[in-house]
C-alpha cells in the first residue's frame, strides 16, 4: 500500500521578507512595531507557542491558526507572498489590523494588484504594508494603489525616500488614493 504524501509545504518566492527595525508608515519614518514571521518552521508553531506582541504570520499559518488566535486578533497580520492573491484573505481581510504583501523582485508587480483589491473590492482599512524587494521609484505607485507602509530593504535612508511618495502632484487615472480621474475632477470645477 502506497505511502500517504506529506503535505505540501509552501516555498517562499524569492528571497524571505526582511524585517527592519524602521519604516515608512502613513508619510513618516517610524518604529516598527510588528515582528514578521518567515516562512518555514509552521509545523513547530502553534497558538500556544506563538510569541506575546504584534506579529505577522504567513498566509498559510494564519489560515491553520486563525480560530485558535481569535482572542489575539488585535496583534495578529499576514503577509502575502506574491503568488497568493486578495481572495485567499476576502472578506477577513476586513478584521486583520496589517496585511503586508511580499515583493520578491521589483519587477515583480503582483503586490500592487493585491493592494488594489484588498482596498477597492475588499474594504480592508488597515495598515497595508510593501515588503521585501520594491525600489525607491515604485513608492509613488504603491501609494496610489493603497500601501500606506514600507518596510524598505535598500541601503538609502528612510528619510531620502519621503520625498519619492510624492513624486507626482497629480495623476490622469483613477486609483485608490484618488478615485476620480482627471477628466471628472476637471468636470466639477
Known amino acids: 500500500m502506497p ?9 517562499p518566492v524569492g528571497e524571505q521578507p526582511e524585517n ?13 512595531q510588528w515582528n514578521l514571521l518567515p516562512l518555514g518552521g509552521e ?16 498566509l498559510s499559518l494564519w489560515l491553520e491558526l486563525r480560530e485558535q488566535l481569535h482572542d489575539r486578533r488585535e496583534e495578529i497580520g499576514v503577509w502575502l507572498d506574491s503568488d497568493e492573491t486578495a481572495d485567499l484573505l476576502g ?15 521589483f519587477t515583480d508587480g503582483r503586490g500592487f494588484t493585491l493592494g488594489r483589491l484588498l482596498r477597492e473590492r475588499y474594504g480592508y482599512t488597515g495598515e497595508l504594508r510593501a515588503v521585501g524587494n520594491f525600489i525607491r521609484d515604485q513608492l509613488t505607485y504603491l501609494t496610489r ?36 480621474p482627471i477628466f471628472r475632477r476637471r468636470a466639477l470645477d
Request: hydrophobic share 45%.
Open 91 to 105: 472578506d477577513d481581510a476586513k478584521a486583520l489590523p496589517l496585511i503586508a504583501a511580499h515583493f520578491p523582485a
Open 43 to 58: 509545523a513547530q508553531i502553534t497558538a500556544d507557542s506563538l510569541a506575546p506582541g504584534k506579529v505577522i504570520l504567513p
Open 20 to 32: 527592519p527595525a524602521q519604516l515608512i508608515l502613513d508619510g513618516a519614518v517610524a518604529s516598527n
Open 145 to 180: 494603489c493603497g500601501f500606506n507602509a514600507f518596510a524598505y530593504q535598500g541601503d538609502e535612508p528612510l528619510e531620502n525616500l519621503l520625498g519619492s511618495m510624492r513624486d507626482f502632484n497629480d495623476s490622469y487615472q483613477a486609483a485608490v488614493d484618488q478615485p476620480l
Open 3 to 11: 505511502k500517504p504524501a506529506e503535505p505540501a509545504v509552501k516555498k
